[in-house]
């Protein structure tokens, strides 16, 4: 990279406060080996990996010499790839357009400044003239007592939903709701839905939400996989402008954005307006593996059985230049996940105690695109569907601070959060929850498409609560450096902090494969009902 990374002040101090006098020897090196990792499948010869590239391939090749190296043996279908078919959907920015429509008139919208249409989940409906209604939050929690559909008549319309959710229900369920809402939507005739992000909430700035507008999105080639059959619109709105849709309803936007921010009631209702929008986009084949290799059990009773470990390989590749900067390196999201998998397998080979259960390494494919690799494999896995037990997942544990906790998301659902919570004991590293729940990382990642199967599963973090430095510190990763071409192997890291992690992770993941019995969700788990 030619630019220079300035670093942000509060991770700046962090790192100074952290001497590696305070550090393990041994992590100091295993750290240099898991950024050595990183090195190789960052850089900037790799082209970000976008899905479908020859950077992907390239990665992947390394991935595959790393296998074969480690003594790993192959599970894919092809040696160790399972190839998955996509269509790749490119919306044409350019050529779409957008407006509202009401008694005063119209008023136009850019695409993709103020509304971004998304070319996800499947192809996109060419042509929009559809009425609007608020749905709050958007969440259809019969099952636990709320439901912000109810009463609302949402054929043919365009939802419009809003960030956050009541405190009452847990981050997970949110999540979980958040991510069936568009099928089950779809299913209920709604031909769309705007979400919008209050001010208050944003992860991402909008600016880089439109830079990412353009990148090509995937839906699986054959449609028996999709969600969505019928064409449906996604779209984003830009969040200074959302008060543009509640025009003419006599309803406050400020007011229904500060209630969302603190997790208080919000109403649905109709909206006055129509949007009404034509949406170009190019489409292609695109062809993607996923990367299989299996550690076998030393249990001849337990070895048909196995404990995935999964981090994806694949980036935003080649996109918006930022500063200059074109390539999306992806180094912490996620080579740095994949780099520990790597460690982990290496620690799993060598250790004296064997693991009685089979690991399967799952490296896939088209994460950024919506877990459509994790989902693939989970749905059509080279072994067994029933014999695997459970996923350990690893995506962009950030190395910005010391590890001094864990938040190993789903530790509340399932028999493994007892592994994590003992092993925490062990280190001295205590399970901390979840500090921004309505993040949605329960369903953000590779663990969500095994939890649709039924299979539990843990995602790994750093501990750290609200209002901390390490707060501050994560979420100025985010907003400044997250999905840009700055996530490269210029930032600030703190590799040692990430061998203790991954010695962690090795140690519950040999927890649960020694095991007499396999993971079961807890009793009360919404998520118990996916069990097949």
């Given at each position: 990279m030619k630019h220079t990374l300035l670093l942000l002040p509060a991770l700046g101090a962090l790192c100074a406060a952290t001497t590696s006098a305070a550090q393990s020897p041994d992590y100091e090196k295993e750290g240099k080996t898991w950024w050595s990792h990183v090195q190789a499948i960052a850089n900037d010869g790799m082209e970000g990996r976008g899905t479908g590239t020859p950077g992907y391939d390239r990665a992947a090749d390394y991935v595959i010499a790393q296998f074969k190296a480690l003594g790993l043996k192959p599970a894919g279908v092809d040696g160790y790839k399972q190839p998955v078919a996509f269509v790749e959907q490119v919306v044409a920015s350019d050529q779409s357009s957008a407006a509202l429509m009401g008694a005063n008139g119209e008023t136009k919208l850019s695409v993709p400044q103020d509304i971004i249409f998304s070319g996800s989940g499947g192809p996109v409906p060419g042509q929009i003239d559809a009425p609007m209604v608020f749905a709050g939050y958007g969440l259809h929690l019969p099952?636990?007592?709320?439901?912000?559909?109810?009463?609302?008549?949402?054929?043919?319309?365009?939802?419009?939903?809003?960030?956050?959710?009541?405190?009452?229900?847990?981050?997970?369920?949110?999540?979980?709701?958040?991510?069936?809402?568009?099928?089950?939507?779809?299913?209920?005739?709604?031909?769309?839905?705007?979400?919008?992000?209050?001010?208050?909430?944003?992860?991402?700035?909008?600016?880089?939400?439109?830079?990412?507008?353009?990148?090509?999105?995937?839906?699986?080639?054959?449609?028996?996989?999709?969600?969505?059959?019928?064409?449906?619109?996604?779209?984003?709105?830009?969040?200074?402008?959302?008060?543009?849709?509640?025009?003419?309803?006599?309803?406050?936007?400020?007011?229904?954005?500060?209630?969302?921010?603190?997790?208080?009631?919000?109403?649905?209702?109709?909206?006055?307006?129509?949007?009404?929008?034509?949406?170009?986009?190019?489409?292609?084949?695109?062809?993607?593996?996923?990367?299989?290799?299996?550690?076998?059990?030393?249990?001849?009773?337990?070895?048909?059985?196995?404990?995935?470990?999964?981090?994806?390989?694949?980036?935003?590749?080649?996109?918006?230049?930022?500063?200059?900067?074109?390539?999306?390196?992806?180094?912490?999201?996620?080579?740095?996940?994949?780099?520990?998998?790597?460690?982990?397998?290496?620690?799993?080979?060598?250790?004296?105690?064997?693991?009685?259960?089979?690991?399967?390494?799952?490296?896939?494919?088209?994460?950024?695109?919506?877990?459509?690799?994790?989902?693939?494999?989970?749905?059509?896995?080279?072994?067994?569907?029933?014999?695997?037990?459970?996923?350990?997942?690893f995506d962009m544990a950030l190395p910005i601070f010391p590890l001094t906790g864990v938040t190993p998301v789903g530790y509340d659902q399932s028999s493994l959060g007892q592994d994590a919570q003992a092993v925490s004991a062990a280190m001295n590293l205590p399970v901390t929850p979840d500090p921004f729940p309505d993040r949605n990382v329960f369903i953000r990642s590779d663990q969500y498409s095994f939890i649709r199967e039924g299979v539990p599963a843990l995602f790994f973090k750093y501990g750290f609560k609200r209002d901390t430095p390490e707060a501050t510190t994560e979420k100025a990763w985010r907003a400044n450096l997250y999905h840009s071409p700055f996530d490269d192997l210029n930032q600030p890291v703190m590799p040692a902090e990430s061998a203790k992690l991954n010695h962690y992770v090795t140690a519950v993941t040999l927890r649960m494969a020694n095991a007499p019995e396999r993971p079961s969700w807890n009793a009360d788990s919404f998520f118990k009902r996916f069990v097949k």
């Open positions: 099952e636990a007592g709320h439901d912000d559909f109810a009463g609302l008549d949402v054929k043919g319309k365009i939802v419009v939903v809003i960030s956050g959710g009541p405190s009452t229900i847990s981050g997970a369920l949110k999540s979980h709701a958040r991510s069936e809402r568009a099928h089950w939507l779809a299913e209920q005739g709604a031909v769309g839905m705007i979400a919008l992000v209050t001010p208050g909430q944003v992860e991402i700035p909008w600016s880089r939400r439109v830079g990412l507008a353009s990148a090509p999105a995937l839906y699986f080639a054959d449609d028996a996989l999709r969600d969505t059959k019928a064409p449906f619109l996604n779209a984003q709105f830009d969040p200074a402008k959302s008060a543009q849709l509640f025009a003419g309803t006599g309803q406050d936007y400020d007011k229904i954005a500060a209630a969302a921010d603190v997790s208080a009631p919000v109403a649905s209702f109709p909206l006055t307006l129509k949007l009404k929008a034509q949406v170009a986009a190019n489409r292609r084949p695109v062809s993607s593996p996923n990367l299989i290799a299996v550690l076998p059990g030393s249990d001849p009773k337990l070895r048909d059985e196995y404990v995935v470990l999964s981090a994806h390989l694949d980036g935003y590749g080649i996109g918006t230049p930022i500063k200059g900067d074109a390539i999306y390196n992806g180094a912490f999201d996620n080579a740095s996940g994949v780099a520990s998998l790597l460690e982990i397998g290496k620690a799993l080979k060598a250790g004296k105690v064997k693991p009685k259960r089979s690991i399967l390494f799952a490296i896939v494919t088209a994460e950024e695109k919506g877990l459509l690799g994790s989902r693939y494999f989970a749905r059509r896995p080279t072994v067994p569907q029933k014999s695997i037990v459970a996923d350990l997942n």
